[in-house]
């Protein structure tokens, strides 16, 4: 996926650009790819953040960052050739505890998100992407966070039918079930979750270019179930569920062990693999491809994106962060936005994008 990018219309997308955590690497992160001219050729950004903390993590980053700088989404100019910075003036860097997850750090980076989003629902961005969020502190700003979907549904206010994607290049992961305990899992499987996850999957891989796409889908016991020595889930759910999938006419074949089925994915027999639980899956595509990997919230109008990797506390603050996922993701969401864009004005071309129903 090459990061030199151009518009497929004849106007560019718009992404609105969500700073996330600042106590980690996104700040850094932010004033690294706002530093790069490789993504102004391709797209329009709205950056929303407080510009004290760009500022900062430009700092940090050892880079300067050319911006047009406005007060608010209403004073966003229709044209523009450099990267737009909203300041909303929402955390003064002082509140700032670097590897610390705080209240005010999930305030900062809920509020950049929501109007990221809501700038999409009205159609003045195409698409949304987002530096690192650390989880901890978005629950201690919203309460009942539990993950992305969660609260891009309240915000939109739906409850439409959404998931989680991993992308890494060409191969995708999709998931039955996501950021649940492990103990409930099993018992979260059923015909109907692993056909909705399979629908949603080929919906949003045929909107982003695949003609079908081809879907392995792994088992849940080690060895697939070995035949129901090892439990009954791979007999009694999940390849009915297969079964199901093929007479509706989906390229699908399982279920397959899940320590295998990647490295068949990987050599290309397959387009995507549909796992039971969030790290059967992680655990692979991050092996695979760490500083690459995107994730990807498919199901609504308009592409999500974001580096799979998350806020690396660890590393705040050193200016080592590497910028190659959120280069692909901000690449991917600027790909789609273009699709999204086509696709509102009327144009008819290939799409790539993941406004799926």
Known sequence: MSAHLSSTTSEKPTVAFAMGDPAGISPELAAKLLA???FRAGANLVVLGDLRVLEQGAK???VAVDVEIVSSESAIPDVF???VFVDLKNLSPDQVVPAIATLEGGIYATENFRRALLMAQSGRADAVFFT????????????GYDDEIRFVRDVLKTSTAASEFNVLGKLWNARVTSHIPLSQVASAISEQSILRSLTLADQCMRAAGFNPPRIAVA???????????FGSEEIDVIEPAVRQALARGFA??????????????KNGDFDAVLTMYHDQGQIAMKLMGFDRGVTLIGGFPFPICTPAHGTAYEIAGRGIANLGASREALSLAIRMGAEVRARRSGVEE???SVACS
């Open 36 to 38: 790069a001219d490789e």
């Open 60 to 62: 940090v980053a050892g």
């Open 81 to 83: 050739d450099r990267p």
């Open 132 to 143: 690192p969020f650390n989880k901890k502190a978005m629950r201690l700003a919203y309460e």
């Open 219 to 229: 088992g849940l016991n080690p060895h697939a179930g070995d035949g129901g020595n």
């Open 252 to 265: 699908v074949e399982g279920p397959f062990p899940s320590d295998t089925v990647f490295l068949r994915a």
């Open 350 to 352: 290939p799409r790539l």
